[in-house]
């Protein structure tokens, strides 16, 4: 016959090391998991807006939306933003990670939010004075939103002093100079394009970098010479497939062109969403988004560095003027016209390579995988495009220029090297985990 045992059948000192042995147990398992982030459920929902979120989208509002200012500016703004933000996170964590400028002395009591708010406040008050009420606005309803005290005041403390430092050290970068790009005559010389023949953006590959040493640190051979058979190639590809009435294109591929020109910059979104996907706390997602960001800018200004060095023409001009070349295996078509609208800056090499490669190297990096899928959503193309990792977007953005008619190939995959090479680089020296 078994015999039940129940609680008062246990011998005393069995019943003292069961429990002793429960509370064991428990300990183990609550060091091998000591639940989730901050600001996250067990189910893995949000349960509070990350601040550091919460002020990127702020920062869009800022420097895109109200200000409204092309790709290569914006990765300046928000290369200072997060910077300054990520500064003010490491403090109050004690700075486990290398401090991008300064490492304010923190106890750690302080309030994350309010140095968050406070760092990302005056940075882009500093950066648009033209928006300082709506700003000052945007920031007192943030603070209102943060218990007052000491802590709350020691926050603040915190952000003044990173998003200074920040201020200080971006004053007299070479910002918005007076360069223009030279306008050439000869074949393969830049010149203005349709529609608009603007010029813009030369004095971004003079302003100093964040992170690398120099601009043209990693210089590149240039554009092929224009009588190689590899220029034929690249010139004939995008005059079939980049046309704007491309009989070969298929509509997937020009959802895509138009997708990736999409001046929102839809790789701001896929940041934030990947903050929230991996369930990453404050102090994770600041430096997630300061080393991407650091990268993008270093890999901006690398590019129009570039850019200036060659000043080479785009293809829609390249196409039209083909009869001067010097290549027999082009021809000229003066009607040409590419899907996109032609930026107003030299062909090579491809900024939005250089930024994304920039981008998805150090998420790459700082995720330790490539496979993390992710979307975005374009209102410019009504679509979303999915991603099953970080090196399958890269991919497309290089076709899609050429899809888009605004860029050769052989641009497009220098663009994307001078990207990698910069992140390697930041990634190396910059935010490292501390000894």
Same mark, same amino acid.
């Given at each position: 016959?078994?015999?039940?045992?129940?609680?008062?059948?246990?011998?005393? *000192? =069995?019943?003292?090391?069961?429990?002793?042995?429960?509370?064991?147990?428990?300990?183990?398992?609550? #060091?091998?998991?000591?639940?989730?982030?901050?600001?996250? +459920?067990?189910?893995?929902?949000?349960?509070? %807006?990350?601040?550091?979120?919460?002020?990127?989208?702020?920062?869009?509002?800022?420097?895109?939306?109200?200000?409204?200012?092309? %790709?290569?500016?914006?990765?300046?703004?928000?290369?200072?933003?997060?910077?300054?933000?990520?500064? &003010?996170?490491?403090?109050?964590?004690?700075?486990?990670?290398?401090?991008?400028?300064?490492? %304010?002395?923190?106890?750690?009591?302080?309030?994350?939010?309010?140095?968050?708010?406070?760092?990302?406040?005056?940075?882009?008050?500093?950066? /648009?004075?033209?928006?300082?009420?709506?700003?000052?606005?945007?920031?007192?309803?943030?603070?209102?939103?943060?218990?007052?005290?000491?802590? *709350?005041?020691?926050?603040?403390?915190?952000?003044?002093?990173?998003?200074?430092?920040?201020?200080?050290?971006? *004053?007299?970068?070479?910002?918005?100079?007076?360069?223009?790009?030279?306008?050439?005559?000869?074949?393969?010389?830049?010149?203005?394009?349709?529609?608009? /023949?603007?010029?813009?953006? &030369?004095?971004?590959?003079?302003?100093?970098?964040?992170?690398?040493?120099?601009?043209?640190?990693?210089?590149?051979?240039?554009?092929?010479?224009?009588?190689?058979?590899?220029?034929?190639?690249?010139?004939?590809?995008? *005059?079939?497939?980049?046309? #704007?009435?491309?009989?070969?294109? $298929?509509?997937?591929?020009?959802?895509? +062109?138009?997708?990736?020109?999409?001046?929102?910059? =839809?790789?701001?979104?896929?940041?934030?969403?990947?903050?929230?996907?991996?369930?990453?706390?404050?102090?994770? $997602?600041?430096?997630?988004?300061?080393? @991407?960001?650091?990268?993008?800018?270093?890999?901006?200004?690398?590019?129009?560095?570039?850019?200036?060095?060659?000043?080479?023409?785009?293809?829609?001009?390249?196409?039209?003027?083909?009869?001067?070349?010097?290549?027999?295996?082009?021809?000229?078509? %003066?009607?040409? @016209?590419?899907?996109?609208?032609?930026?107003?800056?030299?062909?090579?090499?491809?900024?939005?390579?250089?930024?994304?490669?920039?981008?998805?190297?150090?998420? $790459?990096?700082? /995720?330790?995988?490539?496979?993390?899928?992710?979307?975005?959503?374009?209102?410019?193309?009504?679509?979303?495009?999915?991603?099953?990792?970080?090196?399958?977007?890269?991919?497309?953005?290089?076709?899609?220029? !050429?899809?888009?008619?605004?860029?050769?190939?052989? #641009?497009?995959?220098?663009? +994307?090297?001078?990207?990698?090479? !910069? =992140?390697?680089?930041? !990634?190396?020296?910059?935010?490292?985990?501390?000894?």
């Amino acid at each position: 016959m078994h015999r039940s045992w129940g609680a008062s059948a246990l011998p005393r *000192k =069995t019943a003292r090391l069961s429990v002793a042995a429960a509370v064991l147990v428990a300990a183990v398992l609550a #060091a091998v998991w000591a639940g989730p982030p901050a600001g996250y +459920a067990a189910d893995g929902a949000p349960t509070s %807006p990350d601040p550091v979120v919460v002020w990127d989208r702020n920062a869009q509002t800022a420097i895109y939306e109200v200000a409204g200012q092309p %790709p290569q500016v914006t990765a300046r703004s928000f290369a200072m933003v997060h910077g300054a933000v990520y500064d &003010a996170v490491n403090a109050i964590a004690g700075a486990p990670y290398e401090p991008y400028l300064v490492a %304010p002395r923190a106890s750690g009591r302080e309030s994350t939010s309010a140095a968050v708010a406070t760092a990302g406040h005056l940075v882009l008050d500093a950066l /648009f004075p033209a928006q300082r009420d709506r700003l000052r606005a945007q920031y007192d309803e943030a603070l209102a939103q943060i218990p007052d005290g000491s802590a *709350k005041q020691q926050g603040i403390a915190i952000g003044t002093r990173t998003a200074g430092a920040m201020i200080a050290a971006r *004053k007299d970068d070479g910002a918005f100079g007076g360069q223009t790009w030279p306008v050439g005559t000869q074949p393969g010389q830049w010149r203005p394009t349709p529609p608009a /023949f603007a010029s813009d953006g &030369a004095w971004v590959g003079q302003v100093r970098p964040f992170v690398i040493p120099s601009a043209s640190m990693f210089r590149t051979s240039g554009p092929p010479a224009l009588t190689g058979r590899r220029y034929a190639r690249d010139l004939n590809e995008v *005059k079939t497939v980049g046309s #704007a009435t491309s009989t070969v294109r $298929t509509a997937d591929q020009t959802q895509a +062109a138009i997708w990736w020109h999409d001046r929102r910059l =839809t790789e701001w979104e896929i940041k934030r969403q990947l903050a929230a996907s991996q369930r990453l706390d404050t102090l994770r $997602t600041a430096r997630m988004f300061a080393m @991407t960001n650091l990268a993008e800018a270093d890999a901006t200004i690398a590019c129009f560095n570039e850019k200036a060095a060659w000043n080479f023409w785009r293809p829609v001009t390249a196409i039209r003027l083909a009869g001067d070349d010097g290549n027999p295996a082009t021809a000229p078509d %003066p009607e040409w @016209t590419p899907l996109l609208v032609t930026p107003p800056h030299p062909d090579y090499t491809s900024g939005h390579a250089c930024f994304t490669a920039a981008s998805m190297s150090a998420l $790459t990096h700082f /995720f330790g995988r490539d496979d993390l899928p992710f979307s975005g959503y374009s209102a410019d193309s009504g679509t979303t495009r999915h991603f099953r990792g970080f090196s399958h977007a890269l991919a497309e953005v290089i076709e899609a220029r !050429v899809w888009g008619g605004i860029h050769t190939r052989s #641009a497009d995959v220098a663009g +994307a090297g001078i990207g990698r090479n !910069v =992140t390697a680089y930041v !990634v190396a020296h910059e935010l490292r985990p501390r000894r």
